[in-house]
């Protein structure tokens, strides 16, 4: 069996999970970033080509990241004849706020507060969100005096919310169909380019993800974090059957109570930071793209592969 990915996001952890499983990986990338994807021991074949979208008809089993729609379109990832790992419907579900603000709602999940425009006051800081999965590109904090001048200069669909000044945890869950059974992976803390302004405040920085850092939560906010994380599998069985399938990732803002900020239907570049949680269920380390490894062998070892892959 190999398994295919395009070489970005969190490919290097789906093809090293893979290698750690005994499946054979295939890497599709562009001429320009051929040099570091070649040198190390992960792939097995190297598609080099501009044209990333031939990964649409590859025979194995494509595993999508968060480039993925960037790069592809989701038209053209839901019409595509090869076999993805997952639901590959889900993956709409990321990338509109209606949607996302529908799936919260459905799993009973407290979210931020949007802030209409008229009822921005002067005094107060924002949050302004752009739509979709961009590495925080395009994001901003501002105080409400400021953000109309901003937001001109907005480009895509945006919307404002009220600024959560505590802590920012993405969670990184797994649902296994063959086991039946959640698996809380880990958790991670972003490190955007905006956090230099607390060192070098000169001007402000862009909201920009540059990497990704691991956090062993107090462990007395976990089971409150799992119970989120059954009640949205629940409710994605119901809005997009069937359901999640694999990796998936709940934002939080935490200030003593978690409301959430957005999520991943795929895996999140988060879980690329090491983390320990995933020895809570198997006695070997195990990381988000070796759980997808380990979920399609058990599959091929039930006959059971139609329940993951659509």
Same mark, same amino acid.
């Given at each position: 069996?190999?398994?295919?990915?395009?070489?970005?996001?969190?490919?290097?952890?789906? *093809?090293?999970?893979?290698?750690?499983?005994?499946?054979? @990986?295939?890497?599709?990338?562009?001429?320009?970033?051929?040099?570091?994807?070649?040198?190390?021991?992960?792939?097995?074949?190297?598609?080099? @080509?501009?044209?990333?979208?031939?990964?649409?008809?590859?025979?194995?089993?494509?595993?999508?990241?968060?480039?993925?729609?960037?790069? *592809?379109?989701? =038209?053209?990832?839901?019409?595509?004849?090869?076999?993805?790992?997952?639901?590959?419907?889900?993956? &709409?579900?990321? @990338?509109?706020? $209606?949607?996302?603000?529908?799936?919260? #709602?459905?799993?009973?999940?407290?979210?931020?507060?949007?802030?209409?425009? $008229?009822?921005?006051? !002067?005094?107060?800081?924002?949050?302004?969100?752009?739509?979709?999965?961009?590495?925080?590109?395009?994001?901003?904090?501002?105080?409400?005096? =400021?953000?109309?001048? &901003?937001?001109?200069?907005?480009?895509?669909?945006?919307?404002?919310?009220?600024?959560?000044?505590?802590?920012?945890?993405?969670?990184?869950?797994?649902?296994?169909?063959? *086991?039946?059974?959640?698996?809380?992976?880990?958790?991670?803390?972003?490190?955007?380019?905006?956090?230099?302004?607390?060192?070098?405040?000169?001007?402000?920085?862009?909201?920009?993800?540059?990497?990704?850092?691991?956090?062993?939560?107090? $462990?007395?906010?976990?089971?409150?974090?799992?119970?989120?994380?059954?009640?949205?599998?629940?409710?994605?069985?119901? *809005?997009?059957?069937?359901?999640?399938?694999?990796?998936?990732?709940?934002?939080?803002?935490?200030?003593?109570?978690? &409301?959430?900020?957005?999520?991943?239907?795929?895996? #999140?570049?988060? %879980?690329?930071?090491?983390?320990?949680?995933?020895?809570?269920?198997?006695?070997? !380390?195990? %990381?988000?793209?070796?759980?997808?490894?380990?979920?399609?062998?058990?599959?091929?070892?039930?006959?059971?592969?139609?329940?993951?892959? @659509?």
């Amino acid at each position: 069996m190999i398994v295919s990915t395009i070489a970005s996001h969190s490919s290097l952890q789906i *093809l090293l999970g893979a290698k750690d499983e005994g499946l054979r @990986t295939r890497l599709y990338v562009k001429p320009g970033k051929k040099a570091f994807y070649a040198s190390t021991r992960l792939v097995d074949e190297l598609i080099v @080509t501009e044209k990333i979208d031939t990964i649409l008809d590859d025979d194995g089993i494509v595993i999508p990241h968060g480039s993925f729609v960037a790069y *592809l379109g989701l =038209e053209a990832i839901e019409r595509a004849k090869a076999r993805f790992f997952g639901n590959r419907r889900f993956l &709409r579900w990321e @990338t509109s706020f $209606e949607l996302q603000d529908r799936a919260l #709602d459905k799993a009973g999940i407290p979210h931020v507060e949007v802030v209409e425009e $008229e009822d921005i006051r !002067p005094d107060e800081l924002y949050f302004v969100r752009l739509e979709g999965p961009r590495g925080g590109s395009g994001h901003f904090i501002a105080r409400g005096e =400021e953000i109309e001048g &901003r937001l001109e200069r907005a480009e895509g669909n945006y919307r404002v919310e009220r600024f959560i000044p505590g802590v920012y945890l993405y969670v990184h869950f797994f649902y296994s169909p063959i *086991l039946g059974r959640l698996e809380l992976l880990g958790v991670d803390e972003r490190v955007v380019v905006a956090d230099g302004n607390a060192r070098w405040p000169v001007r402000p920085l862009p909201y920009t993800i540059a990497g990704n850092v691991g956090v062993a939560l107090r $462990e007395s906010l976990l089971p409150e974090l799992y119970d989120y994380g059954l009640a949205f599998v629940e409710a994605m069985g119901k *809005l997009e059957p069937p359901g999640i399938i694999g990796p998936f990732a709940l934002h939080f803002a935490y200030d003593g109570e978690f &409301r959430a900020i957005g999520f991943a239907s795929r895996i #999140d570049g988060g %879980s690329n930071a090491l983390h320990w949680y995933g020895r809570l269920y198997w006695d070997e !380390p195990m %990381s988000a793209g070796r759980r997808i490894a380990r979920e399609i062998k058990l599959a091929l070892e039930e006959e059971r592969l139609e329940e993951v892959i @659509t």
